[in-house]
């Protein structure tokens, strides 16, 4: 799947922010209530695209350390012009989220957008590896696909490489205390999609 979604990406880095505007909604909003729960000073970002968050999350926290991983070397070539841009820096690493990227946990805030409804299947073992790289009282936020109850329209975002069957949530509320969990329509109900940001056990400094 990772190898399929990668050549999907060699041609859709070039339009990605021409596009996704119309569809990939909740963005903005969920870095903005990131910072209802933590002032962050490690943030990772899974499938970082072109670097639209990352720039975000910069502004929002500028003293925060960002790292941005991604599976398209497209993207990331797009994401370093960005942040260069606007004088800002990232690591940027090209991999899939296999694994967890450090022995220890390192990091305060980690940010999945519109990432996890496109990893099937493996999307429990991202989530795993995400909770071992957060520390103790470290924040993951999340914004994504939910469903639709429109079966013509999911079974074409499924030829996009998307599963919008209300799958990933009950799997973060397993794994994570909420403390935001919310749905909201799109196109008059075509889909739902949602923002969740939620706590892993255990206290540490910068919590709000």
Not at 31 to 39: C, G, L, N, P, S
Not at 125 to 135: F, G, K, M, T, Y
Not at 142 to 171: Q, T, Y
Request: overall charge positive.
């Amino acid at each position: 799947m990772s190898i399929a979604i990668e050549r999907y990406y060699q041609f859709h880095a070039r339009i990605y922010d021409a596009t996704r505007w119309s569809f990939l909604f909740g963005r903005t909003q969920l870095i903005k209530q990131i910072a209802r729960y933590i002032h962050p000073s490690r943030i990772l970002e899974i499938g970082c695209g072109t670097g639209k968050n990352l720039a975000a999350l910069s502004e929002q926290f500028p003293d925060a350390e960002l790292t941005g991983l991604d599976l398209s070397k497209e993207m990331l070539e797009r994401v370093e012009k960005r942040l260069s841009g606007c004088g800002k820096k990232a690591a940027l690493i090209h991999r899939v989220y296999s694994r967890t990227l450090n022995p220890k946990p390192s990091f305060d805030l980690i940010l999945f957008s519109y990432t996890l409804s496109m990893i099937n299947p493996g999307y429990r073992e991202v989530i795993q590896n995400a909770r071992h790289d957060l520390v103790p009282g470290g924040v993951i936020a999340v914004v994504d696909f939910c469903d639709s109850r429109v079966a013509p329209f999911e079974s074409w975002m499924k030829i996009n490489h998307v599963r919008m069957d209300g799958h990933l949530l009950p799997e973060l509320v397993r794994q994570f205390r909420p403390v935001c969990d919310e749905k909201m329509t799109a196109y008059g109900g075509l889909w739902r999609y949602f923002i969740f940001i939620g706590k892993k056990s255990g206290r540490k400094g910068g919590q709000k």
